[in-house]
Structures are given as C-alpha cells and as structure tokens.
C-alpha cells in the first residue's frame, strides 16, 4: 500500500483531478476510464487526520475527543463538519437532543450547535 497522498487538484489551475488508469501491481492488468476520487481520498491536512482519528477509534467520539483534548462538542462539530463536506447528511436535530438528554452535552452546546445547523441550511 503506498503512503503518499494522492493529489486531488491540478496544480496548475486548481481543478479537481479525475483517475484515468488503475493497474494491478502483480499481474499488471490495467483499467482505463474516467473515474472521479471518493470523498476519503481527497481530504487533506486536518481533515485527513480527523477522519483517520475517527477510524482509529471506531467511530467513538470520546475516544477521539481525548486524542485531541478538547470537548465532546467540538469533536462531534469538528465530525460533522468533515462529513458534510464529503457530502454526507446533516445532524437531525432529533440526534442532538438525544445527545443532550444523555448528558454528553449542555443546553448550551445543543442551542449551538442547532443554530449553527440551522445557519448552515438556510445558507
């Protein structure tokens, strides 16, 4: 498996780039066609990280949240965040309240974090 990062914009105008050729590293079989990059492959920096954090803790936000040190509303905002931008769903509010009744956030951090969503949509 290689670790280096696959580019995901042209570095000369800043479009996104397409995979046009896949082949198999043993038998050297070759797939060619116009493919676009999943979400996962195109998140870089602190997107990359979070994302390999989430996996790294099986979805568990507290673990993730203790990796980072911060709140468990920030890393739960931090994780919304990054799967809107890969195109996933927005929070129900209904999730949000039921984090609330738990006690994994206050009053406050529900009232921000539905503002915030409603922003967003609205926007």
């Given at each position: 498996m290689?670790n280096?990062?696959?580019?995901?914009?042209?570095?000369?105008?800043?479009?996104?780039?397409?995979v046009?050729?896949?082949?198999?590293?043993?038998?050297?079989?070759?797939?060619?066609?116009?493919?676009?990059?999943?979400?996962?492959?195109?998140?870089?920096?602190?997107?990359?990280v979070?994302?390999?954090?989430?996996?790294?803790?099986?979805?568990?936000l507290?673990?993730?949240?203790?990796?980072?040190?911060?709140?468990?509303?920030?890393?739960r905002?931090?994780?919304?965040d990054?799967?809107?931008?890969?195109?996933?769903?927005?929070?129900?509010?209904?999730?949000?309240l039921?984090?609330?009744?738990?006690?994994?956030?206050?009053?406050?951090?529900?009232?921000?974090?539905?503002?915030?969503?409603?922003?967003?949509?609205e926007?």
């Open positions: 290689c280096t990062p696959t580019p995901t914009a042209c570095p000369s105008c800043g479009e996104g780039l397409l046009i050729r896949l082949e198999c590293p043993k038998c050297g079989t070759q797939v060619a066609g116009k493919y676009k990059l999943c979400p996962v492959c195109t998140l870089t920096g602190e997107s990359r979070l994302f390999d954090l989430f996996l790294e803790a099986r979805g568990n507290k673990a993730v949240q203790r990796k980072l040190g911060v709140s468990y509303p920030t890393v905002a931090r994780i919304d990054l799967f809107r931008g890969m195109g996933g769903f927005e929070r129900h509010p209904l999730e949000i039921d984090d609330l009744h738990h006690g994994e956030i206050s009053v406050e951090e529900a009232v921000d974090i539905l503002r915030g969503s409603s922003t967003e949509e926007g």
